[in-house]
T-cell receptor, first 114, second 114 residues
Framework: GESVGLHLPTLSVQEGDNSIINCAYSNSASDYFIWYKQESGKGPQFIIDIRSNMDKRQGQRVTVLLNKTVKHLSLQIAATQPGDSAVYFCAENRGNSGYSTLTFGKGTMLLVSP | ETGVTQSPTHLIKTRGQQVTLRCSSQSGHNTVSWYQQALGQGPQFIFQYYREEENGRGNFPPRFSGLQFPNYSSELNVNALELDDSALYLC?????????????FGNGTRLTVT
């Protein structure tokens, strides 16, 4: 499939390491944040979300941290596996009147070596 | 539970032509959003459909239009195709206009305009 990761920031880790992917968002009024994983040739896949009234949320092997003061999100992946290799996007949900839109960051490519 | 499905997967068109892309939403979802993803970029919001009406629109010209049907499936139509319209077109479904739940994406239609 085609690459979605051309000219993206890249994080290279060894299998078993913990990975941390960072994201800065732009709108202080955004109240809902989502991390997506996109593999080559596929659409974005939901990983984990967090609302603005929380600082941290944990899922299976993943943790999202939200710092509203500096408008920063991070995604932590524990015990990274080769199957985690993909492009990761953070997205902020801007609730407009009557609808919401996702604004995506530029993406980070995660490469996991066996 | 059936996920979001899109057709066709790939399409090649000539500048000036028109194209229709199709999307079936995930079962139980009443809202469909369309995104354009250029190579190496994050997805950009085109518009959202809710209850068969356009419910919100991003910064795209009127030659991008859509429909939503009673079964919540949707079409994206692009008239007078331009070379810059070459991209991955993603459909995402959700409930309640996406304000309180994550969008679930299909694998997209890769459109190439020559």
């Amino acid at each position: 499939g085609e690459s979605v990761g051309l000219h993206l920031p890249t994080l290279s880790v060894q299998e078993g390491d913990n990975s941390i992917i960072n994201c800065a968002y732009s709108n202080s009024a955004s109240d809902y944040f989502i991390w997506y994983k996109q593999e080559s040739g596929k659409g974005p896949q939901f990983i984990i979300d967090i609302r603005s009234n929380m600082d941290k949320r944990q899922g299976q092997r993943v943790t999202v941290l939200l710092n509203k003061t500096v408008k920063h999100l991070s995604l932590q992946i524990a015990a990274t596996q080769p199957g985690d290799s993909a492009v990761y996007f953070c997205a902020e949900n801007r609730g407009n009147s009557g609808y919401s839109t996702l604004t995506f960051g530029k993406g980070t490519m995660l490469l996991v070596s066996p | 539970e059936t996920g979001v499905t899109q057709s066709p997967t790939h399409l090649i068109k000539t500048r000036g032509q028109q194209v229709t892309l199709r999307c079936s939403s995930q079962s139980g979802h009443n809202t469909v959003s369309w995104y354009q993803q250029a190579l190496g970029q994050g997805p950009q919001f085109i518009f959202q459909y809710y209850r068969e009406e356009e419910n919100g629109r991003g910064n795209f010209p009127p030659r991008f239009s859509g429909l939503q049907f009673p079964n919540y499936s949707s079409e994206l139509n692009v008239n007078a195709l331009e070379l810059d319209d070459s991209a991955l077109y993603l459909c995402a479904s959700s409930n309640d206009r996406g304000q309180n739940s994550p969008l679930h994406f299909g694998n997209g239609t890769r459109l190439t305009v020559t």
